[in-house]
């Protein structure tokens, strides 16, 4: 089993749709827990952070469920802009996981 | 404001060459990592180094050696290039605690 295992998409959508990303992971000694977004052939860089009493920027609202060792991601009112790959990242001790990603298409 | 910066871009190698990948931190953080991505999966750990003078293991270690030189340098060196070592190369680094990784602009390997 992966360590942190996010939906495989591609998810499809049409602008101006919500859309929500689902994020597990395996070890409950986790600390940190963040998601990232990455473009088409470039570095990843951080969305957010996620905090287990959830927290919000703009459109983008994360949250964190440590019983269930669950993570979402729920974007709003989507834009072109938002295609990307999104990555759920868990830091474990000195290590930093990542998840295989799911890309998003926003379509006009 | 140069963050963390990866040499070189792009390489091309032949099966069987050596060559090693440098990484350079300028933000003081005392962990660093390499991290391989193949198209369509996530990053996927190769080595990492908690802080300057350890260096550990991670999910794909095989085939990959490091050396964290300072705290600002940690490289990657492949001693024997395979066609299965083609991918893209990400080196990152964070400070302790509950902190964000900060990532290069990737090296771009195929080994032909």
């Known amino acids: 089993r992966k360590e942190v295992e996010q939906d495989p998409g591609p998810f499809n959508v049409p602008e101006g749709a919500t859309v929500a990303f689902n994020c597990t992971y395996s070890n409950s000694a986790s600390q940190s827990f963040f998601w990232y977004r990455q473009d088409c052939r470039k570095e990843p860089k951080l969305l957010m952070s996620v905090y287990s009493s959830g927290n919000e920027d703009g459109r983008f609202t994360a949250q964190l469920n440590r019983a269930s060792q669950y993570i979402s991601l729920l974007i709003r009112d989507s834009k072109l802009s938002d295609s990307a790959t999104y990555l759920c990242v868990v830091n474990q001790g000195f290590k930093t996981i990542f998840g295989a990603g799911t890309r998003l298409f926003v379509k006009a | 404001n140069a963050g963390v910066t990866q040499t070189p871009k792009f390489q091309v190698l032949k099966t069987g060459q050596s060559m090693t990948l440098q990484c350079a931190q300028d933000?003081?953080?005392?962990?660093m990592y390499w991290y391989r991505q193949d198209p369509g999966m996530g990053l996927r750990l190769i080595y990492y180094?908690?802080?300057?003078?350890?260096?550990d293991k991670g999910e794909v270690p095989n085939g990959y050696n490091v050396s964290r030189l300072n705290k600002r340098e940690f490289s990657l060196r492949l001693e024997s290039a395979a066609p299965s070592q083609t991918s893209v190369y990400f080196c990152?680094?964070?400070?302790?605690?509950?902190?964000?990784?900060?990532f290069g602009q990737g090296t771009r390997l195929t080994v032909v």
């Open positions: 990152a680094s964070r400070s302790q605690g509950n902190t964000e990784a900060f």
């Open positions: 180094s908690a802080s300057e003078g350890t260096t």
């Open positions: 933000m003081n953080h005392n962990s």
